[in-house]
């Protein structure tokens, strides 16, 4: 399955962005699908998830209560609605499609294909 990100920009603080992981390929429901986000010289890190039926739903620490993820299943999207955003949300956000069986859904290891990243960066 082929994954593009997009919806990045530039927010000030306390503003909102949604951004978009639109699928092609395999059958995406299929797959639960998962954002990460890195900035420079950090490891990418686990920012929330949901299951292939949008039944079940993950999230970072960081980020619950502020970020919500969802997916369209007919629009082959994910969705991650990104509120309150800090300074400290900047970075490099991606979505992939983890492996169907096993794996863990906080882990990149556990996901199979990736795609682009796109930037959010929050002014403070």
């Known amino acids: 399955v082929q994954l593009q990100a997009s919806g990045g920009g530039l927010v000030q603080a306390g503003g909102s962005l949604r951004l978009s992981c639109a699928a092609s390929?395999?059958?995406?429901?299929?797959?639960?699908i998962g954002w990460f986000r890195q900035t420079p010289g950090k490891e990418r890190e686990f920012v929330a998830a949901?299951?292939?039926?949008?039944?079940?739903?993950y999230y970072a620490d960081s980020v619950k209560g502020r970020f919500t993820i969802s997916r369209d299943n007919a629009k082959s999207t994910v969705y991650l609605q990104m509120n309150s955003l800090k300074p400290e949300d900047t970075a490099v956000y991606s979505c992939?499609?983890?492996?169907?069986?096993?794996?863990?859904?906080?882990?990149?290891?556990?996901?199979?294909?990736w795609g682009q990243g796109t930037l959010v960066t929050v002014s403070s």
């Open positions: 992939a499609a983890k492996t169907p069986i096993g794996g863990n859904y906080y882990y990149s290891s556990s996901y199979v294909f």
């Open positions: 390929g395999r059958t995406f429901s299929n797959y639960a």
């Open positions: 949901i299951s292939w039926s949008g039944k079940s739903t």
